[in-house]
């Protein structure tokens, strides 16, 4: 089955720039999609279609792709940025949802 | 406004079918390219996408799942119902139902959740 693959974890200083990678197979054909999870609650969609920003979302997380690698960028770390990072995409043929296995950041 | 809303038992017994529903407002899954999904996480795990109904009536499922679940076709305007078959304490979890909002060109995301609702799978 077709999996996204995450570093478990990525630590970072408050004002530093973390970025966080989601590496897949059909990642050139599929967008990707970044999701915040804090402690205790639903995850909130952060970035759609590679790059987009809902509404509400600080301009300091950006996204970025390059080949079968999809990237999220935070720039300038808040330390409520503290949380599990999902990524988010589709098999080649665009059936299937897959999650990435999350992606813990911490804020030193 | 959009708002989602999960409900069904908090325990259930091995082998027993697990029956959850999703209560939505603020949109109609009449509306072309909206969906309604559902995607669970074990605790301390990883999300994990179970199934999908779209405006059109499509179904999708994971196909891991795909065997145990079930969106019937009688779901009503504002209620989405998921089955699980032959529950198991693995799929212990907190069951999320979304909104999603589908299209050919970008494939499907999900810009709203429910609170979640946990799942305990025990004897």
């Known amino acids: 089955s077709y999996e996204l693959t995450q570093p478990p974890s990525v630590s970072v200083s408050p004002g530093q720039t973390a970025r966080i990678t989601c590496s897949g197979d059909a990642l050139p054909k599929q967008y990707g999609h970044w999701y915040q999870q804090k402690p205790g609650q639903a995850p909130v969609l952060l970035l759609y279609?590679?790059?987009e920003r809902p509404s509400g979302i600080p301009e300091r997380f950006s996204g970025s792709t390059s080949g079968t690698t999809v990237t999220l960028t935070i720039s300038g770390v808040q330390a409520e940025d503290e949380a599990d990072y999902y990524c988010q995409s589709a098999d080649s043929s665009g059936t299937y949802v897959v999650f990435g296995g999350g992606t813990k950041l911490t804020v030193l | 406004q959009i708002t989602l809303k999960e409900s069904g038992p908090t325990l259930v017994k091995p082998t027993q079918t697990l029956t959850l529903t999703c209560t939505f407002s603020g949109f109609s899954l009449s509306t072309s390219g909206v969906g309604v999904g559902w995607i669970r996480q074990p605790p301390g795990k990883a999300l994990e996408w179970l199934a999908l109904i779209y405006w059109n009536d499509g179904k999708r499922y994971s196909p891991s799942l795909k065997s145990r679940l079930t969106i019937p076709n009688d779901s009503s305007k504002n209620q989405v119902v998921l089955t699980m078959t032959n529950m198991d304490p693995v799929d212990t979890a907190t069951y999320y139902c979304v909104h999603n909002y589908y299209s050919s060109s970008w494939g499907d995301y999900f810009d709203y959740w429910g609170q979640g609702t946990l799942v305990t799978v025990s004897s």
């Open positions: 279609k590679d790059s």
